[in-house]
C-alpha cells in the first residue's frame, strides 16, 4: 500500500493536481470567450441535428428495433455527456498517439506527477463542452426528470467517461509499439461512437461481444440506458466495474509501451 | 522597298475579329489549362499515398453499414417508407453520401489557409484565388468521390441487391448530378472558410452547414420531412447538395424528373459562383498584410 501510494502519489495530490489543470485549461480557453461559445453553441446545434432525424423516422415508422424517441434520446444524452466529460477533462486523449510519435513526452517525463494523467489533463477540448452540456440538455427534456435521476446519470456519465478516455487512450498508445496508430485510433473512435449512438438491437447477436469488449459501446450506453430505464444503481455498479477494469487496462497498455518510448531531443516548455 | 511590309498591313476586319476571337479562345485556353494542371497535381498527390484512403473507406463504409441496419430495422414490418423500398433506401444512402464525404471536407484547408496567412501568399499570384482552389480542392475529391463510388458499389450489391442504374442516361444524369452537388459543396464551404476575414474560428459555422446538409436529404430523403419543412427545404441549396443525386440513383424518376432535378441544382450552382466571388471580394477588402 505504501509502495503503491509512493510510486503513483496520494489521490488527495492527484484530486488537487487535476482540479488545479481543469481551472488552468477553463482559464485558457475563456480567454477567447466569443469563440467559446460559438464552439459550445455550435456542437449543441450539431448534435441536436441527429435528434431530429430520430423525430421524423420515428414520427414515420413507430419504434426502430424496439427503441421509441425517448430511449434514442437517452442514449445521445448518455453518450454526449460521457464524450464531452472525456475530452473535457483529459483533452489530449485524441493527440496522445500524436505526442508519442513526435518525441513530445519528455516534457511530461520530467514532471513529479504520473506521465499518463498529466498528459491527458493538459488540454481541454472547447467543442467537448457543448457535448458535455447536451446531455443534459436532453435529460432535462425528457419525461420523468428527477434529482434521483439525474444523480444516477452524473453517475453513469463518470463512468462512461473512464471507459471513453481509456478506451480511446488504449488505441493511442498502440503508437509505442507499431509507430503510426493515427488510422487504428481515427477507426476506434468512429466505430465505438457510431456504435454507442445507435439502438443496440439494430445490429443483431452476432456483434454484441464486440460492444462488450474491444469496443465497449455496452458499457458507455447499453448497461447505462438499462440503468436508466429502471436497473437503476446496481446496473451503474456494473458500469463502474468496467470504466475500473478498462482504465487499468489502458493505463497498463501505457506504461508499457513508455518503456519503448525513444526521446524526440526536442526543447519545450508548458506555458 | 515600301515601308508597308505585310507586318503592318491592316488586316480585312473579318480576318481581324477571327485572331481576336483566337487570341481570347487560346488565352482562354491557356487559363483553363493552368487550373487543369492544379487540379491534376492535386489529384495526383492524392493517390501517392494510398494507404491515406484506409481511414475515409473504414468510415463510409461504417456509416453506410450502420444505415443499412436503421433502414432494416425501421422497415421490419413495412415494404416501404414513402414510396422508399429498403434496398432503394439503402442505396440513397450509399449515394447521398459521396458529395458529403468525398466532397464534404473542403472547409478545413481552406479556413487553415485563412489563419496561417497562406490566403495573403496566393491572393497575390496570377490566378483567380477562387478558381486555383476549386481545381485543387475537386482535383483531390474526384480521386476520394471516384473511390467511394467503387467501395459503395461494391456495398450496395452486399446490402442492397442490384445496381440500381438502368440504363446510359440513367448513369449520365448520376454523375452529372454528383459532380454538380460537388462543386455547390465546394462553393459553399468556400463562402463558409471566408468568414474567417470576421471571425477568427469559424467552425461552428461549418457544422451548422454540414448538419443542414445532413437533415436536409443526407440521412433521409425529403419526402421524409414533414410537409412545412419540405416547403421551407425546396427553397434551399440543400435538397441539391444529396437528395438530388441520391434520388436520381436509387430510384430513377425518368428522364423530364431527372433533367427537371439537374437544372434546379444547375441554378443553385450558378448562386454558389456568385455567393462565393462576393464572400472572397468583400473579406479581401480585410485582409491586411504584415512585412514576412
Known amino acids: 500500500m505504501h509502495r503503491a501510494t509512493r510510486r503513483f502519489g496520494s489521490p488527495r495530490a492527484y484530486l488537487r493536481f487535476l482540479s488545479v489543470s481543469f481551472v488552468v485549461n477553463i482559464q485558457s480557453v475563456l480567454e477567447y470567450r466569443a469563440n467559446f461559445l460559438l464552439q459550445v453553441f455550435g456542437m449543441m446545434l450539431n448534435n441536436a441535428a441527429f435528434a431530429l432525424f430520430w423525430g421524423m423516422l420515428i414520427g414515420k415508422v413507430g419504434a426502430v428495433g424496439g427503441y421509441g424517441f425517448d430511449d434514442v434520446m437517452l442514449i445521445w444524452a448518455l453518450v454526449s455527456t460521457s464524450f464531452g466529460l472525456a475530452h473535457v477533462v483529459f483533452g489530449n486523449v485524441r493527440s496522445l498517439g500524436q505526442i508519442i510519435q513526435r518525441g513530445e513526452l519528455d516534457l511530461y517525463l520530467l514532471q513529479p506527477k504520473d506521465v499518463m494523467l498529466n498528459v491527458l489533463s493538459s488540454r481541454t477540448l472547447v467543442s467537448a463542452w457543448g457535448d458535455f452540456a447536451y446531455g443534459f440538455l436532453v435529460l432535462a427534456l425528457l419525461p420523468g426528470f428527477d434529482p434521483g435521476r439525474l444523480a444516477l446519470f452524473c453517475a453513469l456519465a463518470f463512468t462512461g467517461a473512464l471507459v471513453f478516455a481509456a478506451t480511446l487512450a488504449a488505441a493511442e498508445s498502440l503508437c509505442f509499439f507499431i509507430g503510426d496508430s493515427s488510422g487504428i485510433a481515427g477507426a476506434v473512435t468512429e466505430f465505438l461512437l457510431s456504435f454507442s449512438l445507435y439502438p443496440e438491437t439494430i445490429f443483431g447477436q452476432g456483434m454484441r461481444w464486440v460492444f462488450y469488449t474491444i469496443l465497449p459501446s455496452g458499457f458507455i450506453a447499453f448497461v447505462p440506458l438499462s440503468a436508466l430505464n429502471g436497473l437503476g444503481w446496481p446496473a451503474a455498479g456494473i458500469a463502474a466495474c468496467a470504466a475500473l477494469a478498462y482504465s487499468a487496462a489502458s493505463y497498463g497498455l501505457f506504461r508499457l509501451g513508455l518503456r519503448r518510448y525513444e526521446s524526440g531531443n526536442q526543447m519545450g516548455s508548458r506555458v | ?292
Open chain 2, 1 to 292: 522597298m515600301s515601308g508597308r511590309g505585310l507586318g503592318t498591313r491592316p488586316l480585312p476586319p473579318a480576318c481581324s475579329r477571327a485572331a481576336a476571337r483566337g487570341g481570347i479562345i487560346a488565352a482562354a485556353g491557356l487559363k483553363a489549362r493552368k487550373y487543369g494542371v492544379a487540379g491534376l497535381v492535386s489529384a495526383r498527390n492524392r493517390t501517392a499515398y494510398m494507404g491515406s484512403f484506409l481511414g475515409d473507406i473504414l468510415s463510409y463504409s461504417l456509416f453506410v453499414f450502420v444505415f443499412s441496419r436503421v433502414w432494416t430495422a425501421a422497415l421490419a414490418d413495412r415494404i416501404d417508407i414513402e414510396g422508399y423500398s429498403l434496398s432503394q433506401l439503402i442505396w440513397y444512402f450509399i449515394a447521398a453520401e459521396i458529395p458529403a464525404f468525398g466532397f464534404g471536407r473542403f472547409f478545413w484547408t481552406l479556413a487553415q489557409d485563412m489563419k496561417s496567412g497562406q490566403v495573403a501568399y496566393l491572393a497575390s499570384r496570377p490566378f483567380s484565388f477562387v478558381g486555383y482552389h476549386f481545381a485543387q480542392g475537386m482535383g483531390k475529391a474526384a480521386v476520394d468521390a471516384s473511390v467511394l463510388a467503387a467501395v459503395g458499389a461494391g456495398l450496395g450489391l452486399l446490402l442492397a441487391g442490384p445496381l440500381p442504374i438502368s440504363s446510359p442516361a440513367h448513369a449520365a444524369a448520376a454523375l452529372a448530378s454528383i459532380l454538380i452537388a460537388g462543386s455547390m459543396q465546394f462553393l459553399l464551404q468556400f463562402a463558409i472558410a471566408m468568414t474567417a476575414f470576421w471571425i477568427e474560428d469559424n467552425s461552428a459555422f461549418f457544422w451548422i452547414y454540414q448538419k443542414l446538409v445532413l437533415i436536409v436529404g443526407t440521412l433521409l430523403p425529403i419526402e421524409f420531412l414533414p410537409e412545412a419543412a419540405r416547403r421551407i427545404a425546396a427553397w434551399t441549396p440543400f435538397p441539391s447538395m444529396s437528395y438530388a443525386p441520391a434520388r436520381i440513383v436509387s430510384s430513377w424518376p425518368g428522364g423530364g424528373a431527372a433533367l427537371s432535378l439537374i437544372a434546379s441544382q444547375l441554378a443553385w450552382l450558378a448562386a454558389a459562383v456568385l455567393l462565393c466571388q462576393a464572400a472572397y471580394r468583400l473579406g479581401r477588402s480585410r485582409l491586411t498584410v504584415n512585412g514576412g
